[in-house]
């Protein structure tokens, strides 16, 4: 592998990239730079949070989404807790998107027959898809990080090596993740369904989480990425000796996506897609066809609702029920927002998760046109005489 090469290569791919980077972690890093406060502002004092933590422990539901808060909850635990967890699952997201754009959807524009045509080799070519996943990994981690560390002076309950352990676990999971996306480019026959893949792989992960915070069995956790901030706990132990394991794991899902990128010739897959079939196809109009085409889309999403309404619906039942068992909870609800029900806060709070992910589908939706005409599929619409 030529060095110039991988770096004048990885160049052009991050400045393609740019704005993708900037988006998802500064994002996270804006989280993470007004959490300490608004905790500490909300949370008061110890005891108040003891009550508050056992409340939380208690819902089954928050449980299996987040885990179990640390004694004594601290505002760096809360924070790993809570905001932690979603900043991983959004990590992991960030990676599966832009290692699959760097790699698979390269190749579907043409861009990797050209690069290899200049005679760059193939070795480097995997190894710019593979650093672009380590990048944005090693930004998203080092940079919550830093966020957190650098506020260690202006609260005492957050420390600088809690803030570093969390980072390296942020870190952890977009790496795993994006050694995810590698071989599920390699397996696809395209980026779609390089995509569509990994993200099946990320609802695994989180499906095997829940299992191990519902049965607590802890040896769980280091079958998912997302379960292993729980061994290293950041804030609690900091145990990051057992980083070196996990990044072994990474190391061999990547050292499996080489071995699967240099057996596959250019535009191959090892799975037949779903694409091609020798079936007819009849549609009465432009919307059945639509229709017909995006059903496996349509009942991911449908499914991956439904069950997230159920789960937020869940939730949303427990807190409502804590509220009137414990004023202190009450009191910590009513503090989200000026006036208006307890309960009216609580379910319009976990009502905009549900939408977030309608949002998510319908602009799915929208994008997916562009992939009709770039298919083909457009013109033989027109050719029907569809308008």
């Given at each position: 592998?030529n060095?110039?090469?991988?770096?004048?290569?990885?160049?052009?791919?991050?400045?393609?990239?740019?704005?993708?980077?900037?988006?998802?972690?500064?994002?996270?890093?804006l989280?993470?730079?007004?959490l300490?406060?608004?905790?500490?502002?909300?949370?008061?004092?110890?005891?108040?949070?003891?009550?508050?933590?056992?409340?939380?422990?208690?819902?089954?539901?928050?449980?299996?989404?987040?885990?179990?808060?640390?004694?004594?909850?601290?505002?760096?635990?809360?924070?790993?807790?809570e905001?932690?967890m979603?900043?991983?699952?959004l990590?992991?997201?960030?990676?599966?998107l832009?290692?699959?754009?760097?790699g698979?959807?390269?190749?579907d524009?043409?861009?990797?027959?050209?690069?290899?045509?200049t005679?760059v080799?193939?070795?480097?070519?995997?190894?710019?898809?593979?650093a672009?996943?380590?990048?944005?990994?090693?930004?998203?981690?080092?940079?919550?990080?830093?966020?957190?560390?650098?506020?260690?002076?202006?609260f005492?309950?957050?420390?600088?090596?809690?803030?570093v352990?969390?980072?390296?676990?942020?870190?952890?999971?977009?790496?795993?993740?994006?050694?995810?996306?590698?071989?599920?480019?390699q397996?696809?026959?395209?980026?779609?369904?390089?995509?569509?893949?990994?993200?099946?792989?990320?609802?695994?992960?989180?499906?095997?989480?829940?299992?191990?915070?519902?049965?607590?069995?802890?040896?769980?956790?280091?079958?998912?990425?997302?379960?292993?901030?729980?061994?290293?706990?950041?804030?609690?132990?900091?145990?990051?000796?057992l980083?070196?394991?996990?990044?072994?794991?990474?190391?061999?899902?990547?050292?499996?996506?080489?071995?699967?990128?240099?057996?596959?010739e250019?535009?191959?897959?090892?799975?037949?897609?779903?694409?091609?079939?020798?079936?007819?196809?009849?549609?009465?109009?432009?919307?059945?066809?639509?229709?017909?085409?995006?059903?496996?889309?349509?009942?991911?999403?449908?499914?991956?609702?439904?069950?997230m309404?159920?789960?937020?619906g869940?939730?949303?039942?427990?807190?409502?029920?804590l509220?009137?068992?414990?004023?202190n909870?009450?009191?910590?609800?009513?503090?989200?927002?000026?006036?208006?029900?307890?309960?009216?806060?609580?379910?319009?709070?976990?009502?905009i998760?549900?939408?977030?992910?309608?949002?998510?589908?319908?602009?799915?939706?929208?994008a997916?046109?562009?992939?009709?005409?770039?298919?083909?599929i457009?013109?033989?619409e027109?050719?029907?005489?569809?308008s």
């Amino acid at each position: 592998m030529n060095a110039r090469d991988f770096t004048t290569l990885f160049r052009v791919a991050l400045r393609r990239q740019r704005f993708a980077f900037a988006a998802w972690a500064g994002s996270f890093y804006l989280i993470l730079a007004l959490l300490p406060n608004a905790y500490r502002k909300n949370l008061g004092s110890m005891e108040f949070r003891r009550s508050v933590i056992e409340m939380m422990n208690s819902n089954g539901a928050t449980r299996l989404l987040f885990g179990t808060i640390p004694q004594p909850g601290t505002i760096g635990q809360a924070i790993q807790w809570e905001s932690g967890m979603i900043i991983m699952v959004l990590t992991a997201v960030a990676a599966l998107l832009i290692v699959t754009t760097a790699g698979r959807r390269g190749e579907d524009d043409g861009l990797r027959e050209l690069v290899e045509g200049t005679g760059v080799s193939r070795a480097t070519v995997f190894a710019v898809q593979a650093a672009m996943g380590t990048a944005f990994s090693a930004v998203a981690g080092a940079g919550c990080g830093f966020v957190l560390a650098v506020q260690a002076p202006l609260f005492s309950e957050v420390s600088v090596t809690g803030s570093v352990c969390l980072g390296v676990a942020i870190f952890l999971v977009g790496c795993a993740f994006s050694a995810v996306a590698l071989v599920a480019s390699q397996l696809a026959d395209d980026a779609v369904g390089a995509r569509r893949l990994s993200l099946l792989v990320l609802f695994l992960a989180f499906a095997v989480k829940m299992a191990a915070e519902s049965s607590e069995q802890r040896w769980l956790q280091w079958l998912t990425p997302l379960g292993w901030k729980e061994p290293l706990h950041p804030f609690t132990d900091d145990r990051l000796v057992l980083a070196i394991p996990m990044a072994a794991i990474v190391g061999a899902f990547s050292a499996l996506a080489w071995r699967l990128y240099a057996g596959r010739e250019l535009h191959g897959a090892y799975l037949r897609s779903a694409r091609r079939s020798k079936a007819r196809l009849r549609a009465k109009s432009v919307f059945s066809l639509s229709l017909r085409l995006g059903r496996r889309r349509l009942t991911g999403w449908f499914a991956g609702v439904v069950a997230m309404a159920a789960l937020v619906g869940s939730m949303a039942g427990s807190f409502v029920t804590l509220t009137k068992k414990n004023s202190n909870y009450s009191d910590l609800v009513g503090k989200m927002g000026a006036g208006g029900d307890v309960t009216e806060k609580i379910v319009s709070i976990f009502s905009i998760i549900v939408g977030i992910l309608v949002m998510c589908e319908a602009v799915s939706a929208m994008a997916s046109l562009a992939e009709t005409e770039k298919r083909g599929i457009l013109d033989v619409e027109l050719a029907s005489g569809a308008s």
